[in-house]
């Protein structure tokens, strides 16, 4: 039987993972905000997390804390991919994906061209987005704090209850 605080852990993993994942959707939907590809990669540790999360909470309790180190480190992953498009963002180095490259267009018919062109308009992935203008903090930054803190707060819990009674 998995204690109740491993439980809660879990449960707060899912919640956060979710919260981030609509918090991200809501701005594309209702916002009007285009993700990037970069912004696109960085939702895939959150979606893991939110998976394994819930999976976690019906199994055993020491494959239960297998699972929220699980957690701890793809959310590390989430910050080291936002880290990456906070560094691409900056322009302290080119992005890694080809697809937030412009496309080299020269030498083309008009038809290779338009052929060339993506079916949905995207970002170009060294553009900063905002969620509140007034507040100079990308998402791309937002993504880190909020995974670094999270990935803190519950090793943190991990390392103080890992041998503690139910």
Same mark, same amino acid.
């Given at each position: 039987?998995?204690?109740?605080?491993?439980?809660?852990?879990? +449960? /707060?993993?899912? @919640?956060? $993972? %979710? *919260?981030?994942? #609509?918090?991200?959707?809501?701005?594309?939907?209702? !916002?009007?905000?285009?993700?990037?590809?970069?912004?696109?990669?960085?939702?895939?540790?959150?979606?893991?997390?939110?998976?394994?999360?819930?999976?976690?909470?019906?199994?055993?309790?020491?494959?239960?804390?297998?699972?929220?180190?699980? +957690? /701890?480190?793809? @959310?590390? $992953? %989430? *910050?080291?991919? #936002?880290?990456?498009?906070?560094?691409?963002?900056? !322009?302290?180095?080119?992005?890694?994906?080809?697809?937030?490259?412009?496309?080299?267009?020269?030498?083309?018919?008009?038809?290779?061209?338009?052929?060339?062109?993506?079916?949905?308009?995207?970002?170009?992935?060294?553009?900063?987005?905002?969620? /509140?203008?007034?507040?100079?903090?990308?998402?791309?930054?937002?993504?880190?704090?909020?995974?670094?803190?999270?990935?803190?707060?519950?090793?943190?819990?991990?390392?103080?209850?890992?041998?503690?009674?139910?």
């Amino acid at each position: 039987m998995m204690i109740p605080r491993l439980r809660f852990a879990l +449960c /707060i993993c899912a @919640l956060t $993972a %979710a *919260a981030a994942l #609509g918090l991200a959707l809501g701005s594309e939907r209702f !916002g009007g905000l285009v993700p990037c590809a970069l912004c696109l990669v960085e939702r895939w540790p959150y979606r893991m997390v939110l998976v394994l999360a819930l999976v976690g909470l019906v199994l055993p309790r020491r494959l239960g804390w297998v699972v929220l180190w699980a +957690c /701890i480190l793809l @959310l590390l $992953a %989430a *910050a080291g991919a #936002g880290f990456v498009h906070v560094g691409v963002e900056h !322009g302290w180095w080119p992005s890694p994906l080809p697809e937030c490259m412009a496309p080299n267009l020269r030498g083309l018919s008009i038809s290779e061209r338009l052929a060339r062109m993506p079916a949905t308009p995207s970002k170009p992935c060294d553009e900063p987005t905002y969620l /509140i203008a007034s507040i100079p903090v990308s998402m791309a930054e937002m993504n880190v704090i909020y995974a670094l803190a999270l990935a803190a707060g519950l090793a943190i819990f991990a390392v103080r209850n890992r041998r503690s009674p139910p």
